[in-house]
């Protein structure tokens, strides 16, 4: 699973636009078991997660199909994903049952059994959440589920990194990132260099939880 998991970082942080972040998430998903995924980051209301998704590979028929038989008022999975703050894994039969038994119903449909939800909100008034989906019954592991997390805090700050247009030499800096100190873009460069978050420490000569911290504060800053 190390392997793996280093395999994503390096695969992500390569990543030199969004259409390659994509596609490397992609072949991420795949990696770790699973078939699927959607990433929404700095949403107001839950709806809007499925509405404009920041990354995902479904098709446009799937998230229009979604939307008009009005799953994001009553998904389970997606008031699960904007209200817990940990990672968690989740099968349909978690439902089954319940008042949710029509959504049991549309997974079986369409063929997904579960898997993994990654919360991401960064501020009380933001949403986020990266979901992996399977269509197998293969069990998952806890190194798997603790893989995933790392993969969406990565794509995450990867994401930053590619909307503001941290550039991967030293150059102008974009007026929206003017909010960071010098240490913060300092650190959001290793970032979109591919390093992870204890590769910065050893860099600049700090702490992982001091990086973790400043991390936090630069998605804070810049309402990712």
Sequence with gaps: MLTKVADSVRELGAAED?????????????????????????????????????????????????????????????????????????????????????????????GITGRITVPLSTKPDRLGAMTLLSVSDDPLTRETLQGAKIVAHLAMARAAALSYDIPRDNGHTPSRLKSLSGRQMEILHWVAQGKTNREIAMILGSSRRGIDYHLEQILDKLEV
């Design 18 to 110: 969004m259409r390659e972040l994509r596609s490397s998430l992609l072949t991420v998903t795949r990696r770790l078991g699973l078939v699927s995924f959607n990433i929404s980051l700095n949403k107001r209301r839950p709806v809007e997660f499925m509405d404009g998704p920041t990354l995902t590979n479904w098709t446009d028929s799937d998230l229009a199909q979604y939307a008009n038989d009005g799953w994001a008022p009553r998904d389970p999975l997606l008031i699960s994903a904007t209200t817990k703050s940990s990672a968690f894994l989740w099968h349909q039969s978690d439902w089954l049952g319940t008042e949710h038994q029509d959504y049991v119903e549309y997974l079986q449909a369409s």
